[in-house]
C-alpha cells in the first residue's frame, strides 16, 4: 500500500496539465502536519471556464483557477501554497482512485 505522495512537486503539475490523460478530478489529500488532518479537494473539470478547483482550503466554498500551476502555487493553504507544503502532502485518492489503484492504471504513461 502507498502511503504519504508518491510524487514530486513537478511530477503531479505534470499530470494535472494532461488531464486528458489522467483521471485527476475528486482528489483527496491532506497535510501530515496539520494536528486535525482536514481533508481537502482538487480536481478539473474542462466544462468549466476556470476547469481547476479546489475545496476546502483559506476560501470560503473553495475556488477555481485557469491552469494547474496557479492552483498548485495559490497561497489558500493557511496561507501557503500547496507546492510551498509539498513536503507534507498525502494523498489519500487521486481521481476517485485509491493512490495504489490510480498507480496501477498509469503505471505505463510516465
Known amino acids: 500500500m502507498t502511503t ?3 510524487f514530486s512537486y513537478e511530477k503531479f503539475l505534470w499530470i494535472l496539465e494532461r ?3 489522467f483521471l485527476v ?3 483527496r489529500f491532506y497535510f501530515n502536519d ?3 488532518k482536514s481533508e481537502h479537494y482538487l480536481g478539473c473539470l474542462r466544462a468549466f471556464q476556470k476547469p481547476y478547483w479546489v475545496g476546502y482550503c483559506d476560501v470560503p466554498d473553495g475556488c477555481e ?3 494547474a500551476y496557479e492552483l498548485l ?3 489558500i493553504y493557511d496561507g501557503r ?3 510551498e507544503r509539498w513536503e507534507n502532502v498525502v494523498f489519500e485518492e487521486i481521481g476517485g482512485l485509491s493512490v495504489d489503484d490510480w498507480l496501477k492504471l498509469y503505471r505505463n504513461n510516465f
Open 81 to 83: 501554497s500547496l507546492r
Open 4 to 6: 504519504g505522495n508518491p
Open 65 to 67: 483557477f485557469d491552469t
Open 25 to 27: 478530478d475528486e482528489t
Open 34 to 36: 496539520d494536528a486535525d
Open 19 to 21: 488531464d486528458h490523460m
Open 73 to 75: 502555487n495559490a497561497p
